[in-house]
């Protein structure tokens, strides 16, 4: 999860199931739920990636 | 059913965090989506955005859920209510049941996804944190 911090901060990420590998990126995540359909992920792993890792309280 | 999981290591912190599947029962469509246990939330708290990827219309939904954190402010955070499926899949097994979530569009940019006590939680027998050993666990009899 670091490295998806470090290098998509900030954004949507759709990773193929039960990996973390990505297969697309980018602000809507309909665009990329869409986007990794297209590249024959059938039902992608979308993850909004925080900006930062900041610990949590709640 | 037993679910097993390994904490997700991020600095010195490790956080139980699970990819979920989530169906929208009116028009089948599904996506998985990370998300991170809870205890201390009231319910499921999902982005806004997953429900368009899901086809679910918030603008139609009249109720407000209003929810707080620990930070000090007067001002409430909103979400919709929604009844979709959520599913655990490992190995196999998997464990299908209808849940409460609230999507809000007023999640933290440095948040995650959570899965609460309503919603989630309660569709478990046990949910354990083993901290020392680097898992956590979901029981279903």
């Given amino acids: 999860m670091e490295m998806l911090i470090k290098k998509f901060g900030g954004k949507w990420v759709a ?44 | ?28 469509v599904s996506t998985n989506y990370r998300t991170v246990l809870d205890s201390g939330a009231f319910a ?23 929810f707080s954190g620990v930070r000090k402010s007067k001002r409430l955070i909103k979400g919709k209510p929604y009844i979709v499926q959520l599913m655990v899949v490992q190995k196999g097994r998997s464990h299908m049941f209808d849940s409460f979530v609230v999507f809000s569009d007023e999640v ?20 354990c944190f083993n901290y020392k050993n680097n898992k956590f666990y979901l029981q279903k009899d």
């Fill in chain 2, 44 to 66: 499921n708290v999902f982005h806004s955005d997953i429900a368009a990827v899901l086809g679910i219309n918030l603008s139609k939904i009249k109720e407000t859920q209003y």
């Fill in chain 2, 1 to 28: 059913m037993h679910f097993k999981y390994p904490f997700h290591i991020v600095g010195n912190d490790k956080i139980p965090a699970l990819d979920i599947r989530i169906t929208n029962k009116d028009n089948n």
């Fill in chain 1, 15 to 58: 990773l193929k199931p039960d990996t973390e590998k990505v297969v697309a990126s980018g602000k809507s995540a309909q665009r990329v739920y869409k986007e990794a359909q297209k590249k024959g992920v059938a039902i992608p792993t979308l993850f909004k990636v925080p900006t930062k890792y900041v610990p949590y309280i709640g």
């Fill in chain 2, 108 to 127: 933290s940019d440095t948040g995650f996804a959570l899965l609460g006590r309503q919603g989630f939680f309660d569709q478990f027998d046990e949910v």
